[in-house]
């Protein structure tokens, strides 16, 4: 399985961005499905965006659709979510997560804050 450390969070006004990276150690990267998953104060652990291994389709929640990017770069072992156009209800914990056959692995999560 593969260890997952994200990195880019942050306090941002509305209307802001952040580009959210996440790290990955281990092997065979390339053949998990990746996602960023949010959870808000008070609230349950929602997905935002995944990316499959093969083709690269990007799937996104809703609420994200049009505001936010997600992409990987196997040569790197790592997952990025580019946001924009951020909004105070944005504001949560961020998660990578990378899935397979044989196992999940979460990252420890990195704390985005929408606020003027």
């Known amino acids: 399985q593969v260890q997952l450390v994200e990195s880019g969070g942050g306090l941002v006004q509305p209307g802001g961005s952040l580009r959210l990276s996440c790290a990955a150690s281990?092997?065979?990267?390339?053949?998990?499905?990746l996602g960023w998953y949010r959870q808000g104060p008070g609230k349950v652990r929602d997905l935002v965006a995944t990316i499959t291994p093969a083709s690269g389709t990007t799937g996104y929640a809703d609420s994200v659709k049009g505001r936010f990017t997600i992409s990987r770069d196997n040569a790197k072992n790592t997952i990025y979510l580019q946001m924009n156009n951020l909004k105070p209800e944005d504001t949560a914990v961020y998660y990578c997560?990378?899935?397979?056959?044989?196992?999940?692995?979460w990252g420890q999560g990195t704390q985005v804050t929408v606020s003027s």
């Open positions: 281990g092997s065979m990267f390339s053949l998990y499905r």
């Open positions: 997560n990378a899935e397979a056959p044989w196992g999940v692995s």
